[in-house]
């Protein structure tokens, strides 16, 4: 069974902290791990990464994948309070025509002014 | 156009209701997924269309029904649902099946 583990499940920061999430997974025919961003609506889709050891940056976030390890971290810094939300973790896995994409319970970052 | 949009927002139905959830994007992209989301809890997926051919879920009731009629748009029927079912019901396209994924508002939808 897939499995993606987040953590830590919740975290508290104060504005200009720098953050580091965590995602694990066991999975098979492993085809790309992508992260999310959850407020009170839907998920606003982050990074996706396929290949090992390449960071992928967006402004204050940034993201990288260790397929030997089997795990991604997501990095935000000099944190604002509209960074609090739900991260999301989700691996997807692919062999033919099957396609699954298992998320994570999340991470809830809050930031304190 | 980068926007994925859902219709209705609310929905509230009865359990011997037929409903429907439809889901519109013009980005050209090829793939697109339905997800049902409860309370803090992630998303959860029921179902993908690649080029508008379904790829199954096996763990969705057949009280759902997808139905991609075009590559734009996507449509989820709803039939003698439980109250169980009540969730957010969230919509997503990708250029290709894998790739990085845009979600529509959901539609909220509570069963009776």
Redesign the interface.
């Known amino acids: 069974e897939d499995k993606v583990v987040q953590s830590p499940l919740s975290l508290v920061v104060h504005e200009g902290d720098t953050v580091t999430l965590n995602c694990s997974y066991e999975v098979t025919n492993f ?2 791990l ?1 992260w999310y961003k959850q407020e009170k ?5 982050l990074f ?1 990464l396929t290949s090992s050891g390449i960071e992928k940056k967006s402004g204050r976030l940034s993201s990288i994948l260790d397929k030997k390890e089997l795990f991604s971290i997501l990095n935000i810094t000099a944190t604002q309070t509209g960074d609090s939300a739900i991260y ?1 973790c ?1 691996v ?1 896995r ?1 062999g033919g ?5 298992t ?4 991470t809830l970052l809050t930031v304190n002014p | 156009d980068t926007e994925v949009t859902q219709t209705p927002k609310h929905l509230v139905m009865g359990m011997t209701n037929k409903k429907s959830l439809k889901c519109e994007q013009h980005m050209g992209h090829r793939a697109m997924y339905w997800y049902k989301q409860k309370a803090k ?5 029921m179902f ?1 269309y ?1 080029y508008e051919k379904l ?1 199954i879920n096996e763990s969705v009731p057949s009280r759902f029904s997808p139905e991609c009629p075009n590559s734009s748009l996507l449509n989820l029927h709803l039939h003698a649902l439980q109250p169980e079912d009540s969730a ?1 019901y ?1 919509c997503a396209s990708s250029l290709l ?10 539609t909220r939808l509570t069963v009776l």
Do not use: C, D, H, I
Not at chain 1, 41 to 45: D, G, N, Q
Not at chain 1, 103 to 106: A, H, I, M, P, V
Not at chain 2, 97 to 106: K, L
């Open positions: 085809r790309s992508l609506k839907a998920p606003t889709f996706m999301l989700a997807l692919s025509s099957n396609y699954k994409l998320f994570g319970k999340g | 809890k992630p998303p959860e997926l993908v690649s790829s957010l969230l099946v894998g790739g990085s994924q845009y979600f529509g508002p959901g």
